[in-house]
Every structure is written in structure tokens, then in C-alpha cells.
T-cell receptor
Framework: AQTVTQSQPEMSVQEAETVTLSCTYD???????LFWYKQPPSRQMILVIRQEAYKQQNATENRFSVNFQKAAKSFSLKISDSQLGDAAMYFC??????????FGKGTRLHILP | EPEVTQTPSHQVTQMGQEVILRCVPISNHLYFYWYRQILGQKVEFLVS????????KSEIFDDQFSVERPDGSNFTLKIRSTKLEDSAMYFCAGQGPGANVLTFGAGSRLTVL
């Protein structure tokens, strides 16, 4: 069965600094998707970034980028120039072609002014 | 490790029928949530539930939806009269007191014909 592990329950970063959130996963599939979702206090799940496993190039969205290591089954999220609005829970998730999605337990990110 | 359990894993129903999706959270969970993901789209927040009442709900959560936790264990999502557009994966999540982590269930796939 697929699993997603986020080993950092909480992290803090100084405003304007860079922070990396870790995520590892386990699957026997070769074709899948990986996601990072942000959950602010509003409880909405905001899709931050999406990576297709067959693409070697790391996905980027403005200040957000990933380091996707398929062989190591690692999918970390880097947030550059951290802003106060980045404070939230971040969930790493694995999705397969049947739209099954598995979430990690989340990492709470604090931004220090 | 304790899990959030959802049943059924897949339900097929006719349009207009009532559907109940069930979730058994971890025993110390106090906060409960339902999310859904329509095929190929992002995860959307539906409702949060605390102290036996809805604490927050989204625009999606209209009069056709209801939640309850009648026996202090199962947390259910009812769709009164299903529509084709209700076809989605529905995720239950729970959170313990003071916990930073949100634990998701494996999801219930609803197919409305």
C-alpha cells in the first residue's frame, strides 16, 4: 500500500528566509502524481504545486519549488523568501491514475517576523 | 498506528438517491472534517465539525448535505438527493486536542449515475 510520510510536525522560519519541508512516500507504481497542499486557518486546501512522476524536471510555482527524487521517493517543498502569509499547515500527498489520493500528516509552518 | 477509517470505499448510486458516507476517527479526535476531490480537480473543503455542531462550512455544503456524529464515534456525511456533480472522492479527517496533525482517511469514492 502507498504511504506518505512527513517527518516534521512543525517548522519555523524567519521571514524572507528559505525553508524546506520534507516528504517521503512509498509506492510500487511508476506513474503517479505528487502534490503539496497548503491549509491556512480557513481550512481550505490550496494546491501549491503538482508534480507528475514521469517528468524529471522539478515543478516550480513562483516562490515554491520541489526537489523530486524519484529513486529515493522523496518530494520536498522549498519556499523561498518566506512571507507571513505562508504560515499554514502543509500537506504532502500522493495520487495515482485512479484519482486515489493519500495525504501525509502535515507540517505546521510558522513564519517569524 | 491509529487510522481514520472510511466506509464504503466505493459507492455507486442513482441520481436523486440518498447517500451516507461514514468515518470512524481516531478515539481522541475532537475536530472533524469532510473534504472532496472531483476527478482531476483539487481537494475542496466541505465542512468542519466540533463539539457536535458545524463550526465552518463552504459554499459547496448546501442544504443537500448534512453531517452528524450520533453515537460519539461515527462521523457521517449525508447527501440527501445526489446529483451527477456529486461524483467525487470524499475524505474524512480528524484532529486531536492541541494537535498539529490532521489525519485523513483513505477516502470514499462516490459515483452518481
Amino acid at each position: 500500500a502507498q504511504t506518505v510520510t512527513q517527518s516534521q510536525p512543525e517548522m519555523s522560519v524567519q521571514e524572507a528566509e528559505t525553508v524546506t519541508l520534507s516528504c517521503t512516500y512509498d509506492t510500487s507504481e511508476s506513474d503517479y502524481y505528487l502534490f503539496w497542499y497548503k491549509q491556512p486557518p480557513s481550512r481550505q486546501m490550496i494546491l501549491v504545486i503538482r508534480q507528475e512522476a514521469y517528468k524529471q524536471q522539478n515543478a516550480t510555482e513562483n516562490r515554491f519549488s520541489v526537489n523530486f527524487q524519484k529513486a529515493a521517493k522523496s518530494f520536498s517543498l522549498k519556499i523561498s523568501d518566506s512571507q507571513l502569509g505562508d504560515a499554514a499547515m502543509y500537506f504532502c500527498a500522493y495520487g495515482d491514475r485512479d484519482d486515489k489520493i493519500i495525504f501525509g500528516k502535515g507540517t505546521r509552518l510558522h513564519i517569524l517576523p | 498506528e491509529p487510522e481514520v477509517t472510511q466506509t464504503p470505499s466505493h459507492q455507486v448510486t442513482q441520481m436523486g438517491q440518498e447517500v451516507i458516507l461514514r468515518c470512524v476517527p481516531i478515539s481522541n479526535h475532537l475536530y472533524f472534517y469532510w473534504y472532496r476531490q472531483i476527478l482531476g480537480q483539487k481537494v475542496e473543503f466541505l465542512v468542519s465539525f466540533y463539539n457536535n455542531e458545524i463550526s465552518e462550512k463552504s459554499e459547496i455544503f448546501d442544504d443537500q448535505f448534512s453531517v452528524e456524529r450520533p453515537d460519539g464515534s461515527n462521523f457521517t456525511l449525508k447527501i440527501r438527493s445526489t446529483k451527477l456533480e456529486d461524483s467525487a472522492m470524499y475524505f474524512c479527517a480528524g484532529q486531536g486536542p492541541g494537535a498539529n496533525v490532521l489525519t485523513f482517511g483513505a477516502g470514499s469514492r462516490l459515483t452518481v449515475l
